[in-house]
T-cell receptor, first 117, second 111 residues
């Protein structure tokens, strides 16, 4: 089954304790990205990656790191989490082309709810 | 970043009626627009997209209209069903890299 898998789905942690949210897709998509979703603010892009070893900042990259060492994986790293990073996080991937036309269709994971105390 | 807004945070419709969800965007350079549906506890799911060289695109029971003059996007759902109850997001994009999402409209379908 074609899917984007995030882990963990739920996590409660404390300020300053490094954590990683993993994201893996099995659709051979080149493009992957991370979003955070907060009430009243919709989805905001944190980082995106056009291909292996290529990453770029989105709108809200502060406090986050990413890496893209392999095509299928795009982990989100919080080196020193703070309470303002409490949020619902989504990973997404895109084929970039559909029927030889560019597409921005994103396939989302189920989300990871993170609480930082 | 650019802002993408919605006119109504909540929309209630009767089952069987048509629904219209509106969206305003502000980046004149955006050349691609997408509608997503998010059901409770799930990730957003692609519904339909439209490129800036079009003003209308139809899918199964859904139609997206784009008015570039007033920077307005709408999603029309025909014969709304209970399964359509969800939050709907519009998103704008330039060059298929960065995506800007609106804050969402909640659609309630009354039986």
């Amino acid at each position: 089954e074609a899917q984007v898998t995030q882990n963990p789905r739920y996590l409660i942690t404390v300020t300053g304790k490094k954590l990683t949210v993993t994201c893996s897709q099995n659709m051979n998509h080149e493009y992957m990205s991370w979003y955070r979703q907060d009430p009243g603010l919709g989805l905001r892009q944190i980082y995106y990656s056009m291909n292996v070893e290529v990453t770029d900042k989105g709108d809200v990259p502060e406090g986050y790191k990413v890496s893209r060492k392999e095509k299928r994986n795009f982990p989100l790293i919080l080196e020193s989490p703070s309470p303002n990073q409490t949020s619902l996080y989504f990973c997404a991937s895109s084929p970039r082309k559909r029927v030889n036309l560019p597409t921005g269709e994103l396939f989302f994971g189920e989300g990871s709810r993170l609480t930082v105390l | 970043g650019e802002s993408v807004g919605l006119h109504l945070p909540t929309l209630s419709v009767q089952e069987g009626d048509n629904s219209i969800i509106n969206c305003a965007y502000s980046n004149s350079a955006s050349d691609y627009f997408i509608w997503y549906k998010q059901e409770s506890g799930k990730g957003p799911q692609f519904i339909i997209d439209i490129r800036s060289n079009m003003d209308k695109r139809q899918g199964q029971r859904v139609t997206v209209l784009l008015n570039k003059t007033v920077k307005h996007l709408s999603l029309q759902i025909a014969a709304t069903q209970p399964g359509d109850s969800a939050v709907y997001f519009c998103a704008e994009n330039e060059n298929f890299n960065k995506f800007y999402f609106g804050s969402g409209t909640k659609l309630n379908v009354k039986p």
